[in-house]
Structure formats: structure tokens, C-alpha cells
């Protein structure tokens, strides 16, 4: 209970919790660890990721994915309980990327401490809009960036994110990530390494020239 409250009183509302209200939200919060892979349901509670990348994206009736953002230790989720998935054309799905440990407050605790508290309330709804913003980042990157500045864009941030120039992804993966075609993002990457930009591997892609990049991403 004390590592579970020692994460919890980080968040900015919890200074702002009276005692029974910092119990209920305790007690509705569990931990829970998901290996990569795995589909997560948001069931409309509180999500804070401790350890890990959940990976959140809208999937068509024909089976396209359109990659949003991605969630990261530290970050918080809480679209289902603002009732953002029943306005959107398809309800958002979360997969866990890599392997994660978060702590899940039930809904039913929540909602009661949002209609309680004016801080928790305003705390969820900056959250949801914070994600909308994403949400509406990530398909205006879709409608109106070539597929080169989206794949160079995604290179250098996993570079930054990682640390090492060695992105360790399929060209498969790499599409699920900015919403593209296998076949395309292949074509893309074949032109990069003819310019000297990456140089692909088998399962993974070698970044040569970060600034060739950088200028591309500009």
C-alpha cells in the first residue's frame, strides 16, 4: 500500500484530497503488469503507466490502424471516463509495446471522487483535452505530411526516446506507427539508404545521417 501511495501522491490532485477521499482512491486503485503484445481495455478509469509504452489507435471496419500517440511512464489516461470513445467514429484501442506496469483506478471510484472534487474533475478533463490535442496532431500529420517527413520524423524521435541509432523495428511495425503501407514505408526506407540517410538491416534500421533527416523532418 505504501508503494502504491508513494505513485499516487504524486499526482497533482492528490494534495488536494481530504483523507476519505485519498482512501478511495486507494482503495479503487490497483497495479497491474501486461507484456507487450497484449490488448488493453480502457474500461473508463484512470490509467497511470509506471514502466513500459502502450501504443493508443483508432481501428477501421477494414482493419486500418491510425496510430494516435503513445502513452509513457509518467503518463496518465483518461479518456473512458469523459466518454470520448462513444463521440468518435471508432473507439480508440490501446496495445501494449512494450512490457508495462501501471496502476488502474476503477471507474466507479473515480467518478466518484470527479463528482466530489472540482480539482479531480478539472484534472480529468485537462487530461482528455491533452489527448485530443494529440489525437488531432497525429491525423493532421496523416492528411497533410508526405509519408518521408513522417517516417524521418518517427526515426529521429525514437532516437531521441532510445538514445541509440539503432531502430530495432520491422517495416511492418514502423507502419503501424505513423499509419502507413508495409510495402510503402519498405519503398521509403530503400530511398533512404540510397541516400545515405539509414541503412536497413533485417529487422531494424541503422540512422547514418541525423541532420539529412532533421532537414527532412523541417
Known sequence: MECLQDHLSALPIWDNLNE???QTLLRGTIEQVLSGGTLLKEEGGMLLLLKGSIRVYLLSEEGREVTLFHLRPGDVCTLGIAGVSEQLPF????????????????????KSLVEESLEVRSFVHEQVSRHLVRMIWAMERILFLHVDR?????LLEEYHRTGSQEIRMTHEEIAQQISSAREVVARMVKRFAVQGLVEAKRGSIRLLDLEGLQKLDE
Not at 92 to 110: A, G, H, K, N, Y
Open 150 to 154: 513522417r517516417l524521418a520524423s518517427f
Open 20 to 22: 476519505t477521499q485519498r
Open 91 to 110: 473507439a480508440p484501442q490501446m496495445v501494449v509495446e512494450e512490457d508495462c506496469r501501471f496502476l488502474m483506478t476503477q471507474v466507479s471510484d473515480l
